[in-house]
């Protein structure tokens, strides 16, 4: 079992940036990809940026160029990180970090969510 913790979120003005953060604990050996995902009131939830453990990131069109994911650099933990920079109000939602692998018998793959955090962004 992987468990995800995250944090990092909270108001700010636009322009202005934030930097969550996503601790994985248990068995993250298992772990291949590592995703952000955020939903805002009334909308679904959708991918912000991805990262493969070997390095390759993904971003959505809308964040590309403000934010940056990136893995901690510990070797003995599992942390992701999103730096996001530039805020527009159209950022804030709740942020959640997924990750995912065969980390099941036989290497069945789960995925993982943690319970969100919440970023505001004022106008």
């Known amino acids: 079992q992987v468990q995800l913790v995250e944090s990092g979120g909270g108001s700010v003005q636009a322009g202005g940036s934030l930097r969550l953060s996503c601790a994985a604990s248990?068995?993250?050996?298992?772990?291949?990809?590592m995703n952000w995902y955020r939903q805002a009131p009334g909308k679904e939830r959708e991918f912000v940026s991805g990262?493969?453990?070997?390095?390759?990131?993904?971003?959505a069109d809308s964040v590309k160029g403000r934010f940056i994911i990136s893995q901690g650099n510990d070797k003995n933990t599992l942390t992701l990180h999103l730096q996001m920079n530039t805020l527009k109000p159209d950022d804030a939602a709740m942020y959640y970090c997924q990750m995912s692998g065969p980390c099941g018998w036989a290497r069945t793959e789960y995925m993982y969510w943690g319970q969100g955090t919440q970023v505001t962004v004022s106008s």
């Open positions: 990262m493969h453990r070997d390095g390759g990131t993904t971003y």
């Open positions: 248990g068995s993250t050996s298992c772990i291949r990809d």
